[in-house]
């Protein structure tokens, strides 16, 4: 079974920084671009960041570059977001995903950024 599990949300306050973690199984972890994505509400699931399967190459959107790091590590085939400087705006729900098949969502992280 393909299992996506992202943790490590939190409540910060602006300017704070988190670390989330997408646990991943049941799948070949290296063959796959993963993708993190966020859906605040009333608003549309947005992409965050993702990160090549072969060469790690990644990709932000404009919200997200200068501030967030997307990391895979291939041995706990777990990917990482690593946030900084976070602003009242990136409060979301966060989900991890294969980029491209972007199958179930599961539940997320919730990430909480207080003004």
């Known amino acids: 079974e393909v299992q996506l599990q992202a943790s490590g949300g939190g409540l910060v306050q602006t300017g704070g920084s988190l670390r989330l973690s997408c646990a991943t199984s049941g799948f070949a972890f290296d063959d796959y671009a993963i993708g993190w994505f966020r859906q605040a509400p009333g608003k549309e699931r947005e992409e965050v960041a993702c990160i090549a399967s072969s060469d790690a190459k990644t990709y932000y959107p404009a919200s997200a570059k200068g501030r967030f790091t997307i990391s895979r590590d291939r041995v706990k085939n777990t990917v990482f977001l690593q946030m900084n400087n976070l602003k009242p705006e990136d409060t979301a729900v966060y989900y991890c995903?294969?980029?491209?098949?972007?199958?179930?969502w599961g539940q997320g992280t919730q990430v909480t950024v207080s003004s």
């Open positions: 995903n294969d980029w491209l098949q972007r199958g179930s």
